[in-house]
Every structure is written in C-alpha cells, then in structure tokens.
C-alpha cells in the first residue's frame, strides 16, 4: 500500500511542475532565461589581480626593478581586467561585476603607468 501512495506523490509532484506552480521556479513555464555558466569567478579574477599588483609594487621597488617580472605582471594584471569586463559584458544586470570590470580596467591603466616610468615593455 506503501509503494503506491509514492507513486501518486511522484505524479502529484510531476503535475505541479507541468502545471508550471512556483515550487518548480516558473522554470517548467519558460520564465526567463536560466542563469549562464560562468566558468571563472569574477570575485576570484578580482582577488588575483590585487594580489598581482601587490606583487608588482614589490618588482618595481627593488633597487634595480626587475623588469622582466614587472611587464609579465603587467600583462597579467590586464589580461584578468578583460576577463572580468568580458563576464560584465554576458551579465549586464549584474552591476557587482560592472563595478568589478571597472576597478580591474583601472588597475590595469595604473600598472602601465608604473611599468612606463619604470620599463621598457613590449607591446
């Protein structure tokens, strides 16, 4: 008797969803989109780029900057500033990440700022 009070349940269940009732998120009715994978974590990219400038501060302070590191972190901080613009670009609601592109686009500008007073970089 057990076993088919489950199964009334299972179809209880499987109706409501059809139906399209909030329990199953509207998801069953086609509202709105599902939220994108995102591979990579914006937080995470904004964390490594602080750490990275943090990092260049220290190659640049050196009494005989080591360039070589300096313009390789250089690079780095920027590329992880266009990462984090390009998941600003897939979520434009997400103002969090807009602000994140922002500060990783300035942190980007300040690090070539420092590296042109300082080294010679390659383009």
Known sequence: MRAKAYGWLGWIVALACVAGLPACGGAARGEGPLPEYEPESPVELDHEQSELVEELETALARPEADCGAACDLGDR?????????????????????????????????????RLGGSCTCAP
């Open 77 to 113: 901080i920027c590329e992880l500033g266009e990462r984090i613009c390009a998941i600003a670009e897939r979520h434009p609601e997400d103002t969090e990440t807009a602000g994140r592109c922002r500060d990783g686009s300035e942190r980007c500008d300040r690090a070539r700022e």
